[in-house]
Nanobody, 113 residues
Framework: QVQLVESGGGSVQAGGSLRLSCAAS????????MGWYRQAPGKDGELVAT???????TYADSVKGRSTISRDNAKNTVTLQMNSLKPEDTAVYYC???????RGQGTQVTVSS
């Protein structure tokens, strides 16, 4: 079955960095478009970054210039490097298979001011 396992979340101060990773299994990762989605309490969810199977990337305006999404098709992993973190980046971050509704269990990111 499809499994998406996120890791790398944590608590940091504003201005810090975190690297989120997602290990995928149960589907043909190398031909699948992937993304990172976040959900903060009381706010609408947001698709913050996507990467196609061929490596084309998009970013939400809220993280553009501060985040980098990447993938390793040999290791079935997708990564989100987040720099210059802000308190408004606080959320649960989910790895997801685009256009499928499939996502992992999430990893908490907390940024303090």
């Amino acid at each position: 079955q499809v499994q998406l396992v996120e890791s790398g979340g944590g608590s940091v101060q504003a201005g810090g960095s975190l690297r989120l990773s997602c290990a995928a299994s149960g589907f043909i990762f190398s031909i699948t478009d992937m993304g990172w989605y976040r959900q903060a309490p009381g706010k609408d969810g947001e698709l913050v970054a996507t990467i196609t199977y061929s490596g084309r990337k998009t970013y939400a305006d809220s993280v553009k210039g501060r985040s980098t999404i990447s993938r390793d098709n040999a290791k079935n992993t997708v990564t989100l490097q987040m720099n210059s973190l802000k308190p408004e980046d606080t959320a649960v971050y989910y790895c997801n298979v685009l256009r499928s509704g499939l996502r992992g269990q999430g990893t908490q990111v907390t940024v303090s001011s």
